[in-house]
């Protein structure tokens, strides 16, 4: 079982940064293959990022390339998904997800572990 927290969500004015942070617990966090989803009111829930258990490989939506960046501490235990150039349609609850079965080119195989959420709010 893997366990996951995130924070560092909040409010924020378009073009605002945030960061948000996940914390994973339970399994050998070096060799888990980590993600972000986002879900908007209304919405499906939807892919924003992807990083390979070494950290070497990330995988990003088209939407948020080149404003998002994911990164990994594996001595920390946590992924973290820095947010810059905000805008409103970037507002959703973020999850970060989880998953042992390896990297492919556009992301994590499967994504079996998700945390509760965090709220993201971009102000126009």
């Known amino acids: 079982q893997v366990q996951l927290v995130e924070s560092g969500g909040g409010l924020v004015q378009a073009g605002g940064s945030l960061r948000l942070s996940c914390a994973a617990s339970?399994?050998?966090?070096?060799?888990?293959?980590m993600g972000w989803f986002r879900q908007a009111p209304g919405k499906e829930r939807e892919f924003v990022a992807a990083?390979?258990?070494?950290?070497?490989?990330?995988y990003y939506a088209d939407s948020v390339k080149g404003r998002f960046t994911m990164s990994k501490d594996n001595a920390e235990n946590t992924v973290y998904l820095q947010m810059n150039s905000l805008k409103p349609e970037d507002t959703a609850v973020y999850y970060c997800?989880?998953?042992?079965?390896?990297?492919?080119?556009?992301?994590?195989?499967?994504?079996?572990?998700w945390g509760q959420g965090t709220q993201v709010t971009v102000s126009s």
């Open positions: 997800t989880a998953d042992m079965t390896g990297w492919t080119p556009s992301g994590c195989r499967k994504y079996d572990y």
């Open positions: 339970g399994r050998t966090f070096s060799y888990l293959c």
């Open positions: 990083i390979s258990w070494s950290g070497a490989y990330t």
